[in-house]
């Protein structure tokens, strides 16, 4: 939760400092708007999707009710229209309806586990989101008093180890700022292509998914949870051609943009090698999670850092000290029968 505080204060900053300035320098005041800010820009649209996760579970729960009294509908016309299956998924249906029952028992132990698997995942997500109030809550104490904060470890960093440790700071920040900058590009580059393609799709409230679109590219696995529904939603229309549209959209072009654009813009950011931050990223969410996409790449940038400091300093020995080698051999000076006479001899004259 500290180290989320960190981030968002770090991504904030400069909206925190043009509020400070029409503030007049109010601290307090300057901190609670910008948590009341992050609040409602953060916290209630995971409220928002989270409530109708769960209305939406509880209404297929109890439509699945329905028709293990009622037994199965006719199937609709569109599943007979579905490319390569739909024949197939016709006679199926039509044999379950004439015997509901033992197709219905043998799923339900199926789907009391995907209760169970969407239950501990819903656990998964209400734990998040109150991870994310205590970030909230604690980015008011770093919104106040954050410039202090950094001027004391920049004092730090300095006696510990002189200039190095401030271009290590530097390069910390320009990392965060990248990756963030990245994270927020990316969102905003699959909710405009989600947007368009909701749009071109006929789904309704395009406007809306998209920004949904947005707020869950935070979250891993969540852009996918608006267009397969969208989708779902056509092929329940009976729009075959523009649900497997939506579908393949959806694949190839919203969730593409988070594994391209997010490490082109943070390679290019921080002015690291692009398959640095590319192996950051990935390494860093597979073994710290969504927080490790800031993690790994700053992990690696420091280090890579590091290598160049030390190659660095070696070239500057090597330059500083040429090998012997490379020094012109002096002649010897002959003393003997070859050579000149010395003048210490004395001449027979003497």
Partial sequence: AILWAAILCFATWPVH???????????NLTAGLMTVLLSLVLILPFLIVGLTLTDNVRSALAQFDGYREAGIPEPPSWVEKIPLVGEKAKEYWLSFRVDAKPALEWLKPRIQTAGLWLLSHSLDFARGVFQLVISVL???FLYRDGADLVARLREGFQKISGDYGQRLMEIVKTTVQ???YGVIGTGLAQGLVGGIGFAIAGVPSPVVLAVLTFFLSFVPMGPPIIWIGASIWLFAQNHIGRGIFMAVYGLLAISSVDNVIKPII????SKLPFIVMFIGV??????FGFIGIFIGPTLLAVGFSLVQEILGQRRLVATS???????PATEPTATGQDGPASTSQKTPSE
Avoid: D, K, M
Wanted: net charge positive.
């Fill in 266 to 269: 943070i390679s290019r950011g």
């Fill in 138 to 140: 604690l980015a008011f």
């Fill in 321 to 327: 000290n040429p090998s012997p080698t490379n020094t």
């Fill in 17 to 27: 400092e043009l509020l400070l300035r029409w503030l007049r320098g109010r601290r």
């Fill in 178 to 180: 990248s990756v963030v």
């Fill in 282 to 287: 990935l390494g860093g969410i597979a073994t």
